[in-house]
Each structure stands twice: as structure tokens, then as C-alpha cells.
């Protein structure tokens, strides 16, 4: 049975394919009240058919993990809030497998892969056209009812743990060369890449502007450079990521709060840009976004606001406008992210700021949620053991 949180098997029986040395119990973080992570002895999961046993050798913290501890959305766990269920978050990690399911002879115990959220359920609308990210069954596997659903980390258990179950639709492997704390971050460039690539269409040629140089930002930078456009241009208030953001290929950076930044893009563009990234997600870059987008464009939403929002609908619909928004890293836009990472078209290791030992993940979540000392992308190494917060 898959790593459902209310039918975790309970038997110390070594699971089909592992290597010698998977244990009966292992130490994982879980969900307590709202805000509140504490670390429990779980029985190691067992891989069901198409499932991998994944030993996790390094997770990052994204900003949807801090709104789980505090909100539970978007988490859904046995049809609720997933506080007190004994449940594990994380979602960006990689690791080495340690066990195989029932026929499973994609992977090869040993093999260092890293992830992707989600595998959709196979049979509802949106899967059956690739979208997975949008399945109808989110969230439907727990107790009798198992819809066939699984997102690690949000209705199922996830990385803040030393193993997890992985279906190998969701699993890519990690070159030799390539550090645990750079695998961590395909799926950050995995939204990305869905973002421009499978749902917006990016030609070579075509201008882009990213809003808001968070780790999604930084690396939509480095995504739509490697894919060819033109320019790349960068909006954004801290001027040390907006030097990151440089160094991954942004041909313009703009300060908004030394310059206009819609008549600085018009000015750089033409009529403004072909593609507008928001991924910071308030009132008013989703207007800025709108007035520098030229006619015809695309703007992405890749960040959640957190109230309701007005902005220029007017403006949006007598230019042709299009607007949509994403959800994970869906049509396995993670393999070609991969692809692009291990032939170095960009170093996604620059937005990684902070490594912490797995002991001190209460102190990780705080440095990722308050910024502290300047942390960008802050990751959890279960080979770390001394404390410090050093990259």
C-alpha cells in the first residue's frame, strides 16, 4: 500500500528489491498544532507496485512548506488540515533509492534521484491531458478511499523524514557530479520551466520580465535565458538577489524603487514584453505586470496572493492579453529543468544560501521564513551535523 498517512504499513519486513541496510523505524519531522514540528520514531514506508523507497539525503524549504506549518493549505491529509495526523512535510528533496516495489526496473537501488510533487491519479480530465499538477482527486487517498492520488508533502508524507515512497513517474536521476543541495532545487526549476515552456509556449526571440527575485524568480531568470530569450529582464527591490539574478542571465535588472519599472520595460521592449513572470504576488505588481505586458503577451501568476487583488481588467482584455496561472512543476517540466541543470546552461546552486543539519529543521524553517542573514533557498542536509547554517 502507497505511503498514505491513515494505512502506513506497519510490518519490519524488509521491502521487495532493498539494499542491507534499510532499518524497520526511522526519525522523521511531523505536523503538530499550527507551527509546531516535532520529531517522532515512524515505521519505514514499504513501496507498493510502481513505487520506490527513497532514502532522503537532502530537502529544501519552499515558501509553500511555511504556510503549511501555519495555514495546513494547501495540504490536505484524511480529508482535513493536516495538523496532528503524525504528518511529514517537504516536498523539495533527493536521495538515494534504498528499495524497489513490485516491478519496478526504471531505478536501481543506489541510484541518486531527485523528485517531483506530484503523480496524479491517471484517470480524472486534467490527467488524462498531462496535467497532473490539477488533478480532480487531489487529495482523495486516505482511509477506503484512494482515488490513486499522491503529492508528497501535501496529502501524503513527505521529505522531512529519512525515507519516503516515490510512484517512479515523479522521480529523475541526479548526475555524479551534481551536489545533494543543487538536486534539491529541480522542482523550484521544474515551476519555472511549466510556467514558460508547457503552459506559456516561450519562443526563442521573445522578451521576458521576472517580478520578485525569490528562488522561483531567480530561476525563471536562468530558465528563460537558457531557453533564448530576449532580453531577460529582472524586477526587483534587494539588490543582492538582484546580483544573483544577473550572474544566471538577467540582461536588465530594475530597482522599482529607484525607477519606473513599467516605463523602463516599455523602454527596453518597444511596447513592453512578450512574457511578464509575477512572482511576487500582491496588487501591485499584478498591475505592473499588466501595463508592461505588450499586446498579445502572456503573464504568468507564479505566486499565490494572499488577499483578493483589483487590478486593470480593461487593459488586460482590449490588448489581448493572456493571464494564467501555474500549480507545481506539472507535464514532467522537472526532467527538462534536470537537463539544463546537468549541462550547466545555468548554476541553480547560486539561490542556495543555507545548509542546516536534520536536527535542527525547527532553526532552517526559521531562517527560510524570517530571511535571516539574507537566505534565499535554505536546505536540510541529513549528512550535515554540525550547526552553523554555513552553504
Request: charged share 20%; hydrophobic share 35%.
Amino acid at each position: 500500500m502507497p505511503d498514505d498517512l491513515s494505512t502506513a504499513p506497519q510490518s519490519h519486513k524488509r521491502p521487495h528489491g532493498s539494499g542491507p541496510e534499510v532499518p524497520a523505524s526511522m526519525r522523521a519531522w511531523v505536523l503538530g498544532n499550527p507551527g509546531e514540528m516535532k520529531m517522532i520514531d515512524k515505521p519505514v514506508p514499504t513501496p507498493g507496485r510502481a513505487e520506490v523507497l527513497v532514502r532522503v539525503d537532502a530537502v529544501a524549504i519552499c515558501a509553500t512548506d511555511l504556510e503549511i506549518l501555519e495555514y495546513g493549505t494547501p495540504a490536505l491529509v484524511e480529508g482535513g488540515a493536516p495538523f496532528n495526523k503524525d504528518f511529514t512535510p517537504g516536498h523539495e528533496y533527493m536521495g538515494t533509492v534504498a528499495a524497489l516495489g513490485p516491478g519496478v526496473d526504471q531505478f536501481a537501488v543506489g541510484d541518486r534521484v531527485t523528485v517531483e510533487v506530484h503523480a496524479g491519479c491517471g484517470q480524472c480530465k486534467r490527467c488524462r491531458m498531462g496535467m497532473y499538477t490539477s488533478c480532480h482527486n487531489y487529495g482523495q487517498n486516505y482511509g477506503d478511499h484512494d482515488k490513486g492520488h499522491r503529492a508528497n508533502g501535501f496529502t501524503t508524507n513527505g521529505g522531512f523524514a529519512e525515507y519516503v515512497v516515490n510512484n517512479v513517474n515523479t522521480m529523475i536521476r541526479v548526475p555524479d557530479d551534481m551536489s545533494d543541495e543543487e538536486a534539491t532545487l529541480v522542482v523550484t526549476a521544474g515551476t519555472s520551466m511549466y510556467g514558460l515552456t508547457e503552459l506559456g509556449g516561450l519562443v526563442a526571440g521573445e522578451s521576458v520580465v521576472v517580478i520578485g527575485p525569490g528562488p522561483i524568480g531567480l530561476l525563471a531568470v536562468a530558465v528563460a535565458k537558457s531557453l533564448g530569450a530576449s532580453p531577460v529582464i529582472l524586477v526587483g527591490t534587494r539588490d543582492s538577489r538582484n546580483e544573483i539574478g544577473r550572474k544566471l542571465g538577467a540582461d536588465y535588472i530594475i530597482n522599482p524603487r529607484e525607477e519606473d519599472a513599467v516605463a523602463r520595460v516599455k523602454e527596453l521592449t518597444g511596447k513592453g514584453a512578450d512574457y511578464v513572470i509575477d512572482c511576487a504576488g500582491n496588487e501591485t505588481t499584478v498591475n505592473q505586470s499588466v501595463h508592461m505586458t505588450n499586446r498579445g503577451g502572456r503573464i504568468c501568476l507564479a505566486a499565490f496572493p494572499k488577499n483578493k487583488v483589483n487590478f486593470d481588467l480593461g487593459a488586460l482584455a482590449v490588448n489581448n492579453i493572456y493571464l494564467y496561472g501555474i500549480r507545481g512543476e506539472g507535464r514532467s517540466a522537472t526532467h527538462r529543468a534536470m537537463a539544463f541543470m546537468a549541462d550547466r546552461r545555468f548554476d541553480a546552486g547560486l539561490v542556495h544560501s543555507h545548509t542546516f543539519p536534520m536536527d535542527e529543521l525547527p532553526t532552517a524553517l526559521k531562517y527560510a521564513a524570517e530571511r535571516i542573514d539574507d537566505a534565499i533557498k535554505v536546505v536540510v542536509s541529513m549528512h550535515k551535523s554540525t550547526s552553523g547554517g554555513d552553504k
